[in-house]
C-alpha cells in the first residue's frame, strides 16, 4: 500500500493527478454557480404539476374527467377550433390539448404575429377563453422547467446550460481521476471540522449520487445534441428539419407556399385519426394554417398503464395530415417499434431525464437525488472558497484579492441568492395584482430581479454576514408562505389538507421544511459570522 | 523555444481553448464521421454518432487536459479530427 502510494506521489499516476486537479477545481468552480441554479430548478421541474396547482388556484377549481368520452373529445376540439377559426385566423401555428386532470382546461398554443408563442385556456363547458380572475397569468411550475433548460433566454439559455453541463460532466471525469479512495471516503464523514467536513461532505454526495449524475448530465445533453452538434448535421443534410424527418422515416418538412388557404375541418381530422391509432387522441396542431402548406399532427394519448413500466415507450402514436386536403400523409402506432437502436437510446435517456417514466416512486427519487447533488455543488463552490480563504495563494497575482472577492460574491448570489428568488417567485405569484397586462412575464421579470439584488447584496457587505441574511430571509419566505396565500387567497394548508387537495397541501409543507432547516442553518451561520467579524477585528488591530 | 516567449497565462489558455473549442471541432468531425462509417440507413448512423457526442468530447477534453503543453494539446485535437475529416471526404 505504501509502495502504491509513492508510486501515485512520483509515477505517471501522480503525474496525471496533478493535471487533473486545476481542470476538477476550475470547471467546477465555474460550472458550479449556474449549475447550482440548474440543479435546484431541475429539481423543483420534476413536480412542474402540482407546483402549476398552487400557483393556479383559479384555474383548479374547473374539475376534468379522468376519461373523456368520444363526443367529449370532438366537443371540445369544435370550442378550439371555432377560436382559433374566429380570433387567430392567420397565426404560424395552432395547437390544442384537451382537458385532463393534469391541466383542466382546453389548452390553446398559437403564434403570435410579432413571433413567440401564447398560451390561453378555454373553459371546457363555455369555450369562452378564461380572464385572470379564472386562470391566473402566470407560468406557474412551468417556470422552473424553462429557467432549467433555457434560462429563459431561448437558443442563447440552451447553449449557456449546455457549456455548464459539459463543465459538470468535465468535472465528474476528472473528479473520478484525482479522487484516490471512492470505497474509503464512503465511510468518511467528519461532521463540523471545517474545510475536512466541507470536503467529506462534498465528495460523500458526489460518490454516494454518481450514477445519478452522470446519468442526469448524460441525458440531458444527449437529448439537445441536434442542437449543440448541428454543425455535424448540416454536413450531410441540407437543415437539421431534414435529418429529423428521415430518422422518423416521416415525410419531409414543407415549406411555406405564400398562397394563403383554409383548413379543413379539425374535428373531421381528429375523428379520423381516433380511428386509424384506434385509441383517444389528446392533442391537435395545424402549423401555417393560413397557408397552402399547412399540415396537421393529432398525437395519441399515451397508455399510462404501459408508459409508467416501460422505459422504452415512444408516445401514443400520431397521424400526419395534409391539413388543406384532408389527405392522411403519415402514421405512426402507438406499438410500433423504434426507429433504430441509437433513437431508442435517445428516447430511454430523456424519459429518464424528464422522469416520464416509473410514476410517483421514480419522481420522488429524482428529487431526492437532485437535492443532494445541489448540495454537492453547493459544498464544492465553498470549499473551493474556503482554501483559497486559508491557502493565501497568489493564483491570479496582485489582482488575486478582488479576482477572490468576485468569486465570493457570486458564490452566495448563486447559492443563497438563488433559493430566495425561487421561493419569491411563489411571493409574487401571489402579490403581483391580477390584471396586470403579460403578468406571468413580470413574474418572471421579478424573479431575475430578485436573483439580481442578492448579487449586489453580497457585493456590497460583508461576505459571512450576507450568507447569514440571504438563509435567514429564505427561511422566513418559506415559513411565510402559507400566510401569504391565506392572506390573499383565503387558502391555507390546513384546509387544502381538510379537501383533500394534497398537491396544494404538499407544496406549502415542503415550504415549511425547506424553511425550518434554512432557519437552523442561517442560525448557524450568524453565529458563525460572529466568530468571524472578531477574529478579523483581532487581526486588524493585533 | 517557442513556448518561453508566451507569457503563462497564455499558455494556459491555449491549453483550456485546445481541450473546449478543440475538443468541440473534434467531435463535430467525430460524428460526422460516424455518419458514415456506420452500418444502416444515413440517419441511423448519424443519430448515432450524436449519442454517442458528449462521451467523445469528455474523453477529448481530458486528453486534451492532459497533454504536458499547449502545442501537444492542440496536436492530439487536430491530427485525429484532421484524418477523421479525410476519411468524411473519401466516404461520401
Known amino acids: ?48 404539476k402540482p407546483l402549476s396547482q398552487w ?98 433566454a431561448g ?166 395530415f395534409n391539413a388543406v386536403t384532408g389527405e392522411m400523409t403519415h402514421v405512426r402506432r402507438p406499438d410500433q417499434q423504434m426507429n433504430g437502436g441509437a433513437f431508442a437510446a435517445e428516447i430511454m435517456l430523456e424519459r429518464m431525464h424528464m422522469a416520464e417514466f416509473g410514476g410517483q416512486i421514480y419522481r420522488w427519487l429524482l428529487f431526492v437525488l437532485g437535492l443532494l447533488g445541489a ?44 433559493l430566495v428568488a425561487c421561493i419569491g417567485f411563489f411571493w409574487t405569484n401571489r402579490l403581483l395584482p391580477m390584471t396586470l397586462p403579460d403578468r406571468a412575464g413580470w413574474e418572471i421579470t421579478a424573479f431575475f430581479a430578485i436573483w439580481l439584488l442578492t448579487v449586489l447584496h453580497a457585493a456590497v457587505l460583508p461576505a459571512a454576514r450576507v450568507w447569514a441574511q440571504q438563509c435567514w430571509l429564505f427561511a422566513v419566505l418559506c415559513l411565510l408562505l402559507p400566510f401569504i396565500n391565506l392572506l390573499t387567497t383565503g387558502e391555507h394548508f390546513i384546509h387544502y389538507a381538510l379537501q383533500r387537495q394534497w398537491p396544494e397541501f404538499s407544496v406549502e409543507l415542503g415550504a415549511i421544511i425547506f424553511g425550518l432547516l434554512a432557519l437552523w442553518l442561517s442560525r448557524y451561520l450568524k453565529r458563525r459570522s460572529k466568530v468571524n467579524d472578531r477574529s478579523a477585528l483581532a487581526m486588524e488591530t493585533g | 523555444m517557442t513556448t518561453l516567449l508566451i507569457p503563462k497565462p497564455f499558455q494556459v489558455s491555449l491549453k483550456i481553448m485546445a481541450a473546449l473549442l478543440g475538443g468541440y471541432v473534434f467531435t463535430v468531425i467525430f460524428v460526422g464521421c460516424v455518419a458514415v462509417i456506420w452500418p444502416g440507413r444515413l440517419a441511423d448512423a448519424m443519430q448515432t454518432g450524436l449519442m454517442l457526442s458528449f462521451a467523445v468530447y469528455s474523453g477529448a477534453m481530458i486528453w486534451a487536459f492532459s497533454q504536458s503543453n499547449w502545442q501537444r494539446a492542440w496536436l492530439v485535437m487536430l491530427i485525429p479530427a484532421a484524418i477523421m475529416w479525410g476519411m468524411t471526404l473519401w466516404l461520401s
Not at chain 1, 376534468?64 to 397565426?91: C, H, I, M, W
Not at chain 1, 393534469?102 to 413571433?115: T, V
Open chain 1, 1 to 48: 500500500m505504501a509502495e502504491l502510494n509513492q508510486a501515485a506521489k512520483t509515477g505517471e499516476i501522480g503525474r496525471y493527478r496533478r493535471l487533473m486537479t486545476p481542470v476538477h477545481t476550475w470547471s467546477g468552480l465555474v460550472a458550479g454557480w449556474l449549475l447550482f441554479a440548474i440543479f435546484v430548478t431541475g429539481t423543483l421541474a420534476v413536480f412542474d
Open chain 1, 55 to 152: 400557483l393556479n388556484p383559479e384555474l383548479y377549481t374547473l374539475t376534468a374527467n379522468e376519461t373523456l368520452s368520444e363526443s367529449q373529445r370532438l366537443d371540445y376540439v369544435a370550442k378550439g377550433e371555432a377560436f382559433f377559426r374566429q380570433y387567430q385566423p392567420n397565426s404560424g401555428f395552432w395547437g390544442m390539448g384537451l382537458p385532463s386532470a393534469d391541466n383542466p382546461g382546453i389548452l390553446l398554443f398559437w403564434e403570435l404575429k410579432e413571433g413567440g408563442l401564447h398560451i390561453g385556456q378555454l373553459h371546457p363547458e363555455t369555450g369562452k377563453l378564461l380572464g385572470p380572475y379564472e386562470n391566473r397569468g402566470t407560468e406557474g411550475g412551468h417556470h422552473f422547467v424553462h429557467t432549467h433548460f433555457e434560462l429563459h
Open chain 1, 155 to 320: 437558443n442563447t439559455g440552451i447553449w449557456i446550460v449546455g457549456a455548464v453541463t459539459m463543465l459538470m460532466l468535465l468535472s465528474l471525469v476528472s473528479g473520478v481521476i484525482i479522487h484516490k479512495r471512492i470505497f474509503n471516503d464512503f465511510f468518511t464523514l467528519r461532521l463540523f471540522k471545517g474545510q475536512r467536513s466541507w470536503l467529506d461532505a462534498h465528495t460523500l454526495l458526489a460518490v454516494l449520487t454518481l450514477p445519478f449524475l452522470l446519468m442526469i448530465s448524460y441525458s440531458g445533453l444527449a437529448i439537445q445534441a441536434k442542437t449543440y452538434f448541428a454543425p455535424a448535421i448540416t454536413q450531410h443534410y441540407d437543415a437539421p428539419f431534414g435529418f429529423y424527418t428521415d430518422l422518423m422515416q416521416e415525410p419531409p418538412f414543407k415549406t411555406p407556399t405564400g398562397e394563403s388557404a383554409s383548413p379543413v375541418s379539425l374535428v373531421e381530422l381528429f375523428a379520423r385519426a381516433e380511428a386509424e391509432l384506434g385509441q383517444p387522441g389528446f392533442f391537435i396542431n395545424v402549423e401555417r394554417p393560413a397557408d397552402s402548406s399547412a399540415m396537421s399532427h393529432v398525437f395519441g394519448l399515451p397508455d399510462p398503464s404501459v408508459s409508467d413500466d416501460n422505459v422504452l415507450y415512444y408516445d401514443g402514436g400520431r397521424v400526419q
Open chain 1, 375 to 418: 448540495t454537492m455543488i453547493a459544498a464544492g463552490t465553498i470549499l473551493f472558497w474556503i482554501k483559497r480563504r486559508q491557502g493565501n495563494l497568489r493564483e491570479f497575482g496582485r489582482a488575486t484579492p478582488l479576482v477572490y472577492r468576485v468569486i465570493e460574491t457570486l458564490n452566495i448570489a448563486a447559492i443563497t441568492g438563488l
